[in-house]
């Protein structure tokens, strides 16, 4: 089984609002990724956690906001976003740093 | 520098073609692995391929094959009798260099399979 599961699957919110994202996995994987993927584009890191803690912010503004309450659940906390923010958010995990990432289907955020 | 190129942006094929995705990739890392992913228009990235530079050996999947060298730094992906199904973006990727070993994505190859 090598579901990484994300919701919401779409998400549309003011500039002035506060949403979170969720992915969750139950393949007993240590790592876990934050990515944005905007149109025709590749995905571009964003965060990486690896056993809870965080290891890797690729200098993402404070309004993106992420965190990892157990090694099944990654959260990303939004809060007064702008309208360039708007793209894919994609969750993978994977057993470890140099592992094979497994990919959920992803958010698509839209902000007004 | 860490690096990989996708040089062909689109790429149309009619039903039952075969099709070749190029993949050109520069690490000064010695091992290392090399990634495919595919993202159909519903946008999950789905795992296709890793290959270990290690084993040089082409890889064969189903319709699906894999042709991997070293020597020119490629890791070339060829869909034999292509299906309207395989219409998707296709990503080769490489770790980059590093503890964490984050994944580097080429830019991509948009294909459409026509019926």
């Known amino acids: 089984d090598t579901e990484v599961t994300q919701t919401p699957k779409h998400l549309v919110m003011g500039m002035t609002n506060k949403k979170s994202l969720k992915c969750e996995q139950h393949?007993?994987?240590?790592?876990m990724y934050w990515y944005k993927q905007k149109a025709k584009k590749p995905p571009e890191l964003m965060f990486v956690?690896?056993?809870?803690?965080?290891?890797i912010n690729e200098s993402v503004p404070s309004r993106f906001s992420p965190e990892c309450p157990n090694s099944s659940l990654l959260n990303l906390h939004l809060h007064a976003l702008q309208p360039e923010d708007s793209a894919l958010y994609l969750c993978?995990?994977?057993?470890?740093?140099?592992?094979?990432?497994?990919f959920g289907p992803g958010t698509r955020l839209l902000v007004l | 520098a860490q690096k990989v190129t996708q040089a062909q942006t689109e790429i149309s094929v009619v039903e039952k073609e075969d099709v070749t995705l190029d993949c050109v990739y520069e690490?000064?890392?010695?091992?290392?692995?090399l990634f495919w992913y595919k993202q159909p228009p519903s946008g999950e990235l789905v795992f296709l391929i890793r290959?270990?530079?290690?084993?040089?050996q082409n890889e064969i999947s189903g319709r699906y094959s894999w042709n991997f060298q070293k020597s020119t730094s490629s890791f070339n992906f060829t869909i034999t009798a292509s299906q309207v199904v395989d219409s998707a973006v296709y990503f080769c990727a490489l770790p980059l260099s590093g503890s964490a070993r984050q994944l580097t994505f080429g830019s991509g190859t948009q294909l459409t399979v026509l019926p």
């Open positions: 956690y690896s056993y809870e803690k965080l290891s």
């Open positions: 993978a995990s994977s057993q470890g740093l140099l592992e094979t990432q497994y």
């Open positions: 290959r270990n530079s290690f084993d040089e």
């Open positions: 690490t000064r890392d010695t091992t290392y692995y």
């Open positions: 393949m007993g994987h240590r790592a």
